[in-house]
DNA sequence: GCCGTTTTCGGCCCGACTGTTTTCAGTCG
């Protein structure tokens, strides 16, 4: 599981949170490889991790002074100075010191399976490679074969890393990692009584992306290990011991597996469910309270408090059990402790589903076949959302073929019991701010998504400008997929998120999470920050066939991870609240 | 670098596995 490097820090100023954050964890980086104090390090990393997911811009906090920033955890006055000569500069002066001092490229090795900061150092000092094609190059040349302490078998284990690394095999997206582990465990555990096996890790967090599975189990699972690495599809066997095995699929997918006891169970699925942060966090729980805890249980002395279920583990701290989506270490054990910990929102609440695509465009399923299949689901309403002119090659609408799909939704609407068909549209904002429709049109649906499809390269400011008019149409309800990001393949466009939090919220107006496993937009920290500001959130699925209605699933996981309540999401309503919504 | 109803100094989470070694450092999660 080693966590993803946020790349280095932005040139220009009018930084947003994680450009502060990125600033923090490079220092972190280099440090590392400079052989410092770990805790320092730590200091450096949770501070990162502070500035990236608080709500409020540390632009603002920073102006207010240095107390407002010491008042933040884990942050003293050391690190307030330097968050404070960030957002006066736009840089730090002891991160160019560093940087002068130690090559910043060899932080990307560190990537590489096999390399910490120590190899990566001796690497460095005694064979001269400070990127990943020195290090290429150096074992081309077989010249890390002389370093001490890498033998025949690290270096082929690094040459390997380095091959992983290059081709990407990295983070793959929520929805294959499911599709992976349901196989795996239904080929381990699919007629096995006895067995128990179950996913951890951050696929159990429901991370928009996973680096790895991590499978945990107990019971009977003798020869579980050698069956594992010898499944269908495992490429190369990474590690086996007796309770531990690594693989690699072909797929690139990385796969872990523990074994443990039964009376360890909760202890070891609450571990390696982590994440690292929030682990980290009830371990020093247990620590001050004279317990030790660890992937077997919660130990008094050598007598075991806890550990057979997960929720005991966390009784025995004195914390109710916390959900894994919030196990990040962002204020969850706190609001566990003070009884504040959100009743998130779950599948059952969903009452509609409010973008989706039919023949009339791009979608692959008639009107009438959405409308049962979300009947089926148990919804109560659905918006019809065809593209509008904007997107040719989807084969948007014009108004004149949405006039006649309007009349097609009424005529569905008679014939249909259960669900009401809202008429939507899912209109482009155009480079301007204006919609691809006018508003006599608009006038007549039930529901406006707007979205950005085109022109996706403008400056950050103009691209907030072209959105907030979009916002401030009075036909607009909802801002739909509002960064635009398409999970590993393009990158959110250039924002200011929180002013278009404060202008959904000045107008009325919703935010979505398109629950597409390809967009999860708004993510789970845009999400939690705009619902913090009081602006609904609508979860979709942007479904292009009947059966997309499925992915409603991966929105609510998302919404579960920013800390969202039924009430804080528009759809969770019935019809009459839902639309009474629309028009306040 | 942070933090403090034990403390302003001395702590700071914990264990398995690997590879290169003769007793353990480094990596990983």
Redesign the pocket.
Same mark, same amino acid.
């Given at each position: 599981?080693?966590e993803r490097r946020p790349s280095g820090p932005p040139a220009c100023r009018a930084m947003d949170n994680p450009g502060y954050a990125r600033f923090f964890a490079e220092i972190a980086d280099l440090l590392e490889i400079r052989g410092e104090?770990p805790?320092?390090i730590?200091?450096?990393r949770n501070?990162a991790r502070t500035l990236e997911t608080l709500a409020e811009p540390v632009d603002e906090l920073a102006s207010r002074g240095e107390q407002a920033l010491?008042a933040l &955890? *884990?942050? !003293?006055?050391?690190?307030?100075r330097k968050i404070r000569e960030l957002a006066r500069t736009g840089r730090l002066e002891?991160l160019e010191r560093l940087k002068a001092e130690i090559p910043p490229t060899l932080v990307e090795l560190?990537e590489? &399976? *096999?390399? !910490?900061?120590?190899?990566?150092r001796k690497l460095w000092q005694e064979a001269g490679v400070v990127s990943l094609d020195d290090l290429e190059a150096a074992l081309a040349e077989g010249r890390l074969a002389g370093l001490?302490?890498?033998?025949?078998?690290?270096?082929a284990?690094i040459a390997r890393?380095l091959a992983e690394r290059r081709e990407q095999a990295g983070r793959v997206r929520l929805d294959a990692a499911d599709r992976a582990a349901e196989t795996i465990v239904r080929q381990l555990a699919g007629r096995r009584r006895g067995l128990r096996l179950v996913v951890a890790?951050s696929l159990r967090r429901r991370r928009e992306t996973v680096?790895?599975l991590?499978l945990l189990a107990t019971g009977c699972t003798r020869g579980l290990i050698e069956r594992f690495v010898a499944l269908d599809g495992v490429r190369e066997t990474l590690?086996?011991?007796?309770?531990?095995a690594s693989v690699r699929l072909a797929s690139g997918l990385?796969v872990?597996l523990r074994v443990v006891p039964e009376e360890s169970f909760g202890a070891a699925l609450q571990y390696?469910t982590g994440s690292?942060e929030h682990?980290?966090a009830l371990?020093?729980r247990?620590?001050e309270r004279g317990l030790?805890?660890?992937?077997?249980g919660l130990f008094d002395g050598e007598r075991r408090i806890a550990g057979a279920r997960e929720d005991d583990v966390y009784a025995a701290l004195d914390l109710p059990p916390i959900p894994p989506e919030l196990r990040e270490n962002r204020g969850e054990i706190e609001a566990a402790e003070q009884g504040r910990l959100p009743a998130l929102v779950s599948l059952d609440d969903i009452r509609g589903d409010l973008q989706m695509h039919t023949t009339w465009s791009d979608g692959r399923d008639t009107i009438e076949a959405m409308a049962c299949a979300a009947r089926e689901r148990g919804y109560e309403y659905i918006a019809i959302t065809d593209h509008g002119p904007t997107v040719r090659v989807a084969g948007g609408l014009d108004a004149a073929r949405l006039a006649r799909q309007i009349e097609e939704i009424d005529a569905i609407n008679e014939r249909i019991e259960g669900l009401r068909v809202l008429k939507g549209i899912e209109t482009d904002i155009l480079e301007d701010g204006t919609l691809d429709l006018p508003d006599d049109v608009l006038a007549k649906l039930d529901y406006v998504l707007a979205t950005v499809h085109t022109r996706l390269a403008l400056s950050r400011r103009e691209m907030t400008r072209r959105i907030v008019r979009a916002l401030r149409h009075p036909r607009v309800s909802a801002l739909g997929h509002p960064t635009g990001r398409l999970i590993g393949r393009r990158p959110p466009y250039e924002v200011d998120f929180d002013e278009i939090v404060r202008a959904a919220a000045g107008e009325g107006k919703l935010l979505e999470i398109d629950g597409h496993p390809e967009r999860l937009d708004l993510d789970d920290h845009h999400a939690r920050r705009a619902a913090e500001a009081g602006v609904p959130i609508v979860i979709s699925t942007d479904a292009h066939a009947a059966a997309d209605l499925a992915l409603m699933r991966y929105g609510v996981d998302q919404a579960r991870r920013a800390w969202l309540t039924p009430d804080h999401v528009a759809n969770a309503r019935p019809l009459g609240r839902f639309l009474a919504l629309l028009r306040r």
């Amino acid at each position: 599981m080693k966590e993803r490097r946020p790349s280095g820090p932005p040139a220009c100023r009018a930084m947003d949170n994680p450009g502060y954050a990125r600033f923090f964890a490079e220092i972190a980086d280099l440090l590392e490889i400079r052989g410092e104090n770990p805790f320092r390090i730590r200091a450096y990393r949770n501070a990162a991790r502070t500035l990236e997911t608080l709500a409020e811009p540390v632009d603002e906090l920073a102006s207010r002074g240095e107390q407002a920033l010491v008042a933040l &955890p *884990g942050i !003293g006055r050391d690190l307030a100075r330097k968050i404070r000569e960030l957002a006066r500069t736009g840089r730090l002066e002891f991160l160019e010191r560093l940087k002068a001092e130690i090559p910043p490229t060899l932080v990307e090795l560190l990537e590489v &399976p *096999g390399l !910490g900061p120590r190899r990566v150092r001796k690497l460095w000092q005694e064979a001269g490679v400070v990127s990943l094609d020195d290090l290429e190059a150096a074992l081309a040349e077989g010249r890390l074969a002389g370093l001490e302490g890498f033998g025949p078998t690290l270096i082929a284990k690094i040459a390997r890393g380095l091959a992983e690394r290059r081709e990407q095999a990295g983070r793959v997206r929520l929805d294959a990692a499911d599709r992976a582990a349901e196989t795996i465990v239904r080929q381990l555990a699919g007629r096995r009584r006895g067995l128990r096996l179950v996913v951890a890790g951050s696929l159990r967090r429901r991370r928009e992306t996973v680096h790895d599975l991590d499978l945990l189990a107990t019971g009977c699972t003798r020869g579980l290990i050698e069956r594992f690495v010898a499944l269908d599809g495992v490429r190369e066997t990474l590690a086996a011991g007796g309770s531990r095995a690594s693989v690699r699929l072909a797929s690139g997918l990385q796969v872990d597996l523990r074994v443990v006891p039964e009376e360890s169970f909760g202890a070891a699925l609450q571990y390696f469910t982590g994440s690292k942060e929030h682990g980290i966090a009830l371990r020093r729980r247990a620590r001050e309270r004279g317990l030790r805890l660890n992937e077997y249980g919660l130990f008094d002395g050598e007598r075991r408090i806890a550990g057979a279920r997960e929720d005991d583990v966390y009784a025995a701290l004195d914390l109710p059990p916390i959900p894994p989506e919030l196990r990040e270490n962002r204020g969850e054990i706190e609001a566990a402790e003070q009884g504040r910990l959100p009743a998130l929102v779950s599948l059952d609440d969903i009452r509609g589903d409010l973008q989706m695509h039919t023949t009339w465009s791009d979608g692959r399923d008639t009107i009438e076949a959405m409308a049962c299949a979300a009947r089926e689901r148990g919804y109560e309403y659905i918006a019809i959302t065809d593209h509008g002119p904007t997107v040719r090659v989807a084969g948007g609408l014009d108004a004149a073929r949405l006039a006649r799909q309007i009349e097609e939704i009424d005529a569905i609407n008679e014939r249909i019991e259960g669900l009401r068909v809202l008429k939507g549209i899912e209109t482009d904002i155009l480079e301007d701010g204006t919609l691809d429709l006018p508003d006599d049109v608009l006038a007549k649906l039930d529901y406006v998504l707007a979205t950005v499809h085109t022109r996706l390269a403008l400056s950050r400011r103009e691209m907030t400008r072209r959105i907030v008019r979009a916002l401030r149409h009075p036909r607009v309800s909802a801002l739909g997929h509002p960064t635009g990001r398409l999970i590993g393949r393009r990158p959110p466009y250039e924002v200011d998120f929180d002013e278009i939090v404060r202008a959904a919220a000045g107008e009325g107006k919703l935010l979505e999470i398109d629950g597409h496993p390809e967009r999860l937009d708004l993510d789970d920290h845009h999400a939690r920050r705009a619902a913090e500001a009081g602006v609904p959130i609508v979860i979709s699925t942007d479904a292009h066939a009947a059966a997309d209605l499925a992915l409603m699933r991966y929105g609510v996981d998302q919404a579960r991870r920013a800390w969202l309540t039924p009430d804080h999401v528009a759809n969770a309503r019935p019809l009459g609240r839902f639309l009474a919504l629309l028009r306040r």
